[in-house]
């Protein structure tokens, strides 16, 4: 059997890794690394050294032997007649619990099967794309915690912090629910009583980039460095959406979210993503002055320890810690032995019904936090939400077009009428 994962950084590959080494068979990855971060560390350079194939996509020939199965996260980086050209079978590695409104895009019906954390997504997978497979695989990235990893004192070493203090790891996402331009002044001023790390998505803006390294963090971490370790190291973990807050959640850790305004508007999340009705339960802030405080309430954190292993058993299937690499292997080894699927099922039409009292336990509905309650019934059809997006688009052409420029436009309207088109 032969399979090949698309990679587009190391940081993506940090996705698949544990998956990768546990399958019994020849694996290729096909290079389509984005120019504007991964040429930045060289990350082809740094795979080839560590052992794995790396394959163009583009160079493999017609004749070639197609490969049982293509493994990513997404469709971009590689052309859907390119992906079908090379493979029989197309998988999805879900990229993240968050992110909603991105994750189950209708692009997910060119895909024959999916590896989900758990059997949230699985519901969700059930009730829109029907016809892809899946398999709750717990979290595959965070295992690298469980097996051979640097004790926390080596890590704090490697990275030259204090070991005297206590450790706040930042982990931004990306997009408009970034929280780097909001919340930078608040975060970089725990510096005088916290050791304090900050790592950017890897496709951060070079703008956003270049304010983080003007400010007084002890460390900003670029690269391919894994965020499991990250994590494990620290006393409390800052997030916003997306990845980085549910995996803290499933190691454990004290995490505080940043809220974003119009968060539910954003073209990543959508009003029923766990990462908005996540802060109904997990300790979250709106403003920077409440970090602080927030952080150095015992009370907070000790009622956290319930509300994060009630919301871990919800989001994430039940694999032993350290073994959801070999779980997800066995999944696509079987799922690339199935019988090849003919056609592609038509883009969803109706509406996905979330009604998160019905799929999220009780204990989990109860709200802690002051954040918008998401868990009553939301219905929100794609229709809906392309509505919205086309709204925006308007209003942020007007926008961009500055005051003047409108004014004469209207003008000239008026005095000489419509041009011709």
């Not at 999805?92 to 758990?118: Q, T």
């Not at 916290?194 to 951060?204: D, F, G, L, Q, R």
Request: charged share 25%.
């Amino acid at each position: 059997m032969r399979l090949a994962f698309v990679v587009h950084s190391r940081d993506i590959f940090n996705h698949y890794k544990t998956i990768v080494d546990a399958l019994p068979c020849d694996v290729d990855l096909l290079a389509c690394f984005a120019k504007n971060y991964s040429t930045r560390h060289d990350d082809a350079a740094t795979l080839r050294a560590d052992g794995y194939s790396l394959v163009d996509p583009y160079s493999v020939g017609k004749r070639a032997q197609p490969y049982d199965a293509i493994i990513s996260n997404h469709l971009g980086g590689l052309p859907l007649k390119r992906r079908r050209a090379l493979g029989e079978r197309q998988i999805n590695m879900v990229y993240s619990l968050g992110d909603l409104e991105w994750v189950f895009g209708e692009w997910n019906r060119h895909f024959d099967a999916a590896l989900c954390y758990g059997p949230y997504q699985q519901r969700i997978f059930d009730e829109l794309f029907p016809y892809v497979k899946t398999a709750g695989v717990g979290y595959p990235r965070l295992d690298a915690v469980f097996e051979n990893a640097p004790t926390r004192g080596e890590m704090a070493e490697r990275l030259g912090l204090d070991p005297a203090r206590r450790i706040v790891v930042w982990l931004p996402t990306l997009g408009d629910v970034c929280s780097i331009d909001a919340y930078c002044d608040s975060v970089s001023a725990l510096t005088d009583t916290y050791s304090v790390i900050v790592k950017p998505h890897p496709a951060t803006p070079s703008e956003q980039v270049a304010r983080l390294k003007s400010a007084a963090f002890h460390r900003l971490v670029e690269g391919s460095v894994n965020n499991a370790h990250l994590i494990d190291l620290a006393d409390f973990v800052i997030a916003d959406y997306g990845g980085s807050m549910f995996a803290s959640i499933y190691l454990d850790a004290n995490v505080l979210l940043l809220n974003m305004p119009n968060d539910v508007f954003s073209m990543f999340t959508g009003p029923f993503s766990p990462d908005i009705h996540a802060r109904n339960h997990i300790a979250n802030v709106s403003d920077g002055a409440a970090i602080r405080p927030t952080l150095e309430d015992p009370a907070v954190w000790e009622d956290q320890k319930t509300v994060r292993r009630v919301y871990r058993d919800y989001l994430f299937a039940d694999v032993p810690k350290g073994r959801c690499g070999k779980y997800a292997a066995e999944a696509v080894m079987r799922f690339a032995g199935e019988p090849v699927r003919t056609g592609t099922p038509e883009a969803p039409a109706g509406a996905l019904t979330m009604d998160l009292a019905r799929i999220v336990p009780a204990g989990v509905l109860e709200t802690r936090y002051p954040y918008p309650d998401w868990a009553a019934a939301v219905v929100r059809g794609y229709g809906d939400m392309k509505m919205l997006r086309e709204k925006e688009k308007r209003l942020a052409k007007w926008q961009n077009m500055g005051v003047f420029k409108f004014v004469r436009r209207r003008l000239r309207r008026m005095l000489f009428g419509t041009p011709p088109r």
